[in-house]
């Protein structure tokens, strides 16, 4: 039997998980079955089983890569940020431009499956923790430059800011022209970082 590539089964696995997505996009994942992915993906059941054994091994792949995804890129604009707005703002616009791709209208998708679903529920965690964590570091750093209110818990700050961010997404998916980007974002870092009253 010839050698197969890695670049070939790096390319085969994309392949399957790409007709993975498109499925779930369109009916869901409990709707979804593995005989309606290996119809998607063209390829005989043998191949698609080859990569992934079960739906559920679809689903956390799918799932991790998003959500990591989403969490390096907020961690690059938390690492620089000089204000809780200023996040706020930069991180809601990493999440409209990713609101784009087909796999991150699935993001409400993987929160209910969290509910019921320990081992994604485990995953969800794990891939949030470190932005929830970069964000409590940013409140402390501010509470202690005057920044923050000083009686604010940095813990739940952290909390939410990312409600916040979560919120925007199911807003934005599910009354995508009423919602206007930049507006939200930049009343969100009002609230966040308040300007102070100009004197009469």
Known sequence: MPKVSSEYLAERQEHILQAAIRCFVRSGFHATGMAEIIRESELSAGSVYRY?????ELIQAIIDRLITSLQQQMNEEISDSISLGDVMVRCIGVISRR??????????????????????ATLVNKKYQPVINNFEELARQLKERGQVAADLD??????????????????????NQQI??????????QLFSPKAPTGT
């Open 180 to 189: 206007d980007d930049v507006a939200f974002a930049q009343t969100v870092a």
């Open 154 to 175: 940095a813990v739940i700050v952290a909390r939410v800011m990312l409600s916040t961010m979560n919120g925007f997404v199911v807003q934005k998916l599910l009354f």
């Open 99 to 120: 609101l784009t791709a087909p796999e991150a209208q699935m993001l409400p998708q993987t929160w209910t499956e969290a509910l019921r679903n320990p081992t994604i």
């Open 52 to 56: 992934y054994k079960s739906k559920d």
